[in-house]
């Protein structure tokens, strides 16, 4: 357990990169502290420091489980102040042996989230997904309440889909006219693209270029084809391994806008990225 003592608590204390919190007893932790502290900093370090005071604070008020209350009491006034948390090891609880294999499967899976850059993109489910965990290990060492188990897991699963699902969302890059650069704010988005791949997701990147009506149709496929190509040498650069990406040029085939022949059309000079398990658009 981590120790608190005399309504005091040891904030930045960091050994191997995790934060140590120090408490004699529970019940003595500054509770009124924590109800009234907001948090500053990221918005996953005051998200994380919500969801962390949500539990500590049903530990206190309906529990009585002092001990745990000041752990996630000591975790959400540490990410409220802006210090790195990590969610609990195994070898912090008492766990059952069958229940191990699971919880390790299911922190590596969330930690690999989080160094993929969860946090930052999707704060509020990578939160959900850290505070879900450590709750699903509280409850999984007392063994006791089977309906108090299925509801941490069960928000440590469902905000990890939600997770997968930010991952796998769709993006769309947009061009000048007759033109295969990619846009100065294209940054953002290749980054978020990355973040998903890191987060260990297993996709495949599918590009798929587009033209608008403005010129020859066989020109406007060759420059669709430049554009997805600029796309996938920019995610490349990037860390993207070549073979998870794939690309296609559509032209003027497929627009976003239907227009007339020879329209200029800004929505349709694009390129369209997915995140799929084949590689069909």
Not at 80 to 91: I, K, M, S
Not at 120 to 136: E, R
Not at 229 to 255: D, H, M, N, T
Request: aromatic share 8%; with cysteine; glycine share 10%.
């Amino acid at each position: 357990m981590m120790i608190f003592g005399n309504n005091k608590f040891a904030l930045g204390a960091l050994m191997a990169g995790e934060l140590v919190i120090l408490s004699a007893c529970g019940a003595n932790f500054d509770y009124k502290s924590l109800r009234q502290t907001e948090a500053v900093g990221t918005e996953f370090g005051a998200a994380l420091s919500r969801a962390y005071k949500e539990l500590a604070l049903y530990e206190a008020d309906e529990m009585y489980d002092w001990a745990d209350a000041a752990r996630y009491g000591g975790k959400s006034l540490a990410a409220g102040a802006g210090h790195q948390v990590l969610p609990d090891r195994l070898d912090q609880r008492r766990l059952p042996a069958a229940a191990r294999p699971i919880l390790a499967a299911a922190r590596g899976r969330l930690t690999t989230a989080l160094k993929g850059g969860a946090g930052a993109y999707w704060p509020g489910a990578a939160a959900d997904a850290q505070s879900g965990f450590d709750c699903w290990m509280e409850q999984q060492e007392e063994i006791i309440q089977a309906d108090h188990i299925a509801a941490c897991r069960g928000k440590f699963q469902g905000a990890m889909a939600r997770l997968d699902a930010a991952v796998r969302s769709n993006s769309t890059l947009y061009f000048e006219f007759d033109n295969a650069d990619l846009a100065k704010n294209a940054g953002p988005a290749l980054d978020k693209i990355v973040a998903a791949y890191r987060s260990g997701a297993p996709v495949t990147i599918v590009l798929g270029g587009h033209a608008d009506r403005a010129g020859p149709a066989p020109y406007n496929r060759a420059l669709s084809r430049r554009r997805s190509e600029a796309v996938r040498r920019a995610l490349i650069e990037r860390g993207i391994p070549i073979q998870l990406i794939s690309q296609f040029a559509f032209g003027e085939e497929r627009p976003q806008i239907a227009t007339s022949d020879g329209a200029r059309e800004r929505r349709n000079r694009r390129v369209e990225i997915r995140f799929s398990k084949s590689n069909n658009l």
